[in-house]
C-alpha cells in the first residue's frame, strides 16, 4: 500500500455540522479497517489533514467523495515518500 496525505478545506454551516455525525461514523470505519492512518482537524483554520493508505490516488478519491461532507471540501492529495514517527516504530524496551 502507497500512503497519501490529503489536505481538506471547508467552511462550516448549520448544514455542514447536521451532517458531522455520519462522517464521524464513516472516519471510525476507515481507520478501523486501517485505510485511515491519521485524521486531524482544526477549526481554528478549517482545516482537515488525513492519511491514507490506499493503491493509488483515484482510490484516495474514491474514499472522499462517500463522506457525506464531500460537496463541502477543496481538498489537495499528495503522495508521500516517507512516513515515519512514534507511531510506526517499536515500544522502548524498559527493564524492570
Known amino acids: 500500500m502507497r500512503k497519501f496525505q490529503v489536505t481538506i478545506q471547508f467552511e462550516m454551516n448549520d ?13 471510525n470505519r476507515l481507520i478501523e479497517q486501517g485505510v485511515i ?9 478549517q482545516r482537515v489533514w488525513i492519511t491514507f493508505s490506499a493503491e493509488d490516488r483515484k482510490a484516495v478519491e474514491k474514499y ?12 489537495e492529495i499528495d503522495e508521500l515518500f516517507m512516513v515515519d514517527g512514534l507511531h510506526y516504530r517499536l515500544p522502548v524496551v524498559q527493564l524492570n
Not at 15 to 27: D, K, M, Q, S
Not at 37 to 45: A, I, L, N, Q, S
Open 15 to 27: 448544514e455542514f455540522a447536521a451532517l458531522v455525525p455520519p462522517h464521524r461514523t464513516y472516519v
Open 37 to 45: 492512518d491519521h485524521y486531524v482537524v482544526t477549526m481554528e483554520t
Open 64 to 75: 472522499l467523495s462517500r463522506s457525506p461532507l464531500f460537496k463541502y471540501w477543496t481538498y
